[in-house]
């Protein structure tokens, strides 16, 4: 019991921890803001952000970034997703 207990109080202190950082990078993706990949290349500029995604035009086309992939390193905003994924979302 004593296991469970510190197990879920774990995972409630790094929730706590972690949602900050997720709120900040979602609060920084705003229109004209750049975007990069999880392997630090250059995606794009963000054009619009609506309904839980960010816009991005990469390669000459229209993407749609999850904001809840993005995070906020270094004064970039960063998505969990490498270059070849982003690829291959529409």
């Not at 920084?28 to 990069?36: E, F, P």
């Not at 816009?55 to 969990?80: A, E, W, Y």
């Amino acid at each position: 019991m004593r296991l469970l207990v510190s197990s879920v109080s774990a995972l409630l202190a790094l929730s706590a921890l972690t949602t900050p950082v997720a709120a900040l990078a979602q609060a920084s993706a705003k229109n004209g803001v750049t975007m990069y990949s999880s392997d630090g290349k250059r995606l794009g500029k963000i054009n619009r952000v609506a309904d839980g995604v960010a816009t991005i035009i990469f390669d000459s086309r229209f993407v749609r970034v999850p904001l809840s992939s993005l995070t906020d390193s270094d004064g970039k905003l960063v998505t969990s997703l490498d270059y070849a994924a982003v690829r291959k979302l529409k």
